[in-house]
């Protein structure tokens, strides 16, 4: 019932139909956002050649339907592509326990539609998900990442054990410039017993908190495409 409600509330964002992809206890958790514009729902191509990744402000209506059915966690990101040519991206989520890497969600691989025609890429409206649900009766959550370009949504789902510390805090980011083949950190999200901190130093953050996850995705650049 869950992964119906989840895919149901993107799909109601996006008011269209479903793509593909390759492949009771609330806890608390604050929401730190950088600095950065309100993404405007006219979309305008991007005149940086290798576009970027701008992180939806907390008051985006978007948040509020997720929350409203079911979410307890998501973070939602407007990709803007410029006028590079991009075939696909990887997303993914990486988990660290009191400091070491313990597990990895993911990558989950989709695929861009359009890829030979940058114009084309420019003018579409995609956004990239990872939200987080509590399994209701169960020790387990659902971790939902998904790509949606204007009217069509591709999405992957994953369970993985619920967290056992009861608060947390986020930090999420822009990225100003996608450089195809790079991973780009695009949050953090930290849990501790007591009270934890984040900040844009992962590395830092990583050691700070008993268990840290962080958000990533990787772009692959269309054949043919300046690297």
């Known amino acids: 019932m869950r992964k119906q409600l989840v895919l149901a509330l993107l799909l109601a964002l996006s008011s269209v139909s479903l793509g593909g992809c390759r492949d009771n206890n609330m806890n608390t958790i604050a929401i730190k956002h950088e600095e950065t514009n309100p993404v405007q729902n006219a979309k305008e ?3 940086a050649d290798m576009g970027k990744i701008t992180h939806l402000a907390g008051d ?6 997720l929350k409203a059915g079911g979410v307890d966690t998501a973070m939602v990101y407007d990709l803007q ?7 696909e991206v990887e997303a993914w ?4 326990d009191n400091g070491e ?3 990895k969600t993911g990558p989950f691989t989709f695929g ?9 890429q420019a003018r579409y409206d995609y956004k990239l998900y990872y939200t987080f649900s509590t399994i209701e009766d169960s020790e387990q959550e659902q971790v939902t990442l998904a790509l949606r370009k204007n009217g069509s949504v591709a999405k992957a789902e994953a369970t993985q054990s619920r967290k056992k510390l009861p608060s947390g805090i986020t930090n999420m980011w822009s990225v100003e410039e996608i450089i195809p083949g790079e991973t780009h950190d695009l949050a953090l999200i930290a849990w501790n017993k007591g009270n934890g901190m984040t900040t844009s130093d992962v590395e830092e953050t990583i050691k700070n908190n008993e268990l840290v996850y962080v958000l990533r995705c990787r772009f692959t650049a269309a054949e043919g495409s300046q690297s």
């Open 45 to 47: 191509p991007v005149i």
């Open 60 to 65: 985006n209506a978007e948040y509020a339907i």
């Open 81 to 87: 592509l410029g006028s590079h040519k991009f075939s």
């Open 93 to 96: 989520i990486d988990r660290y």
């Open 101 to 103: 890497f313990t597990n």
């Open 112 to 120: 861009i539609q359009g890829a030979e025609d940058s114009d084309s």
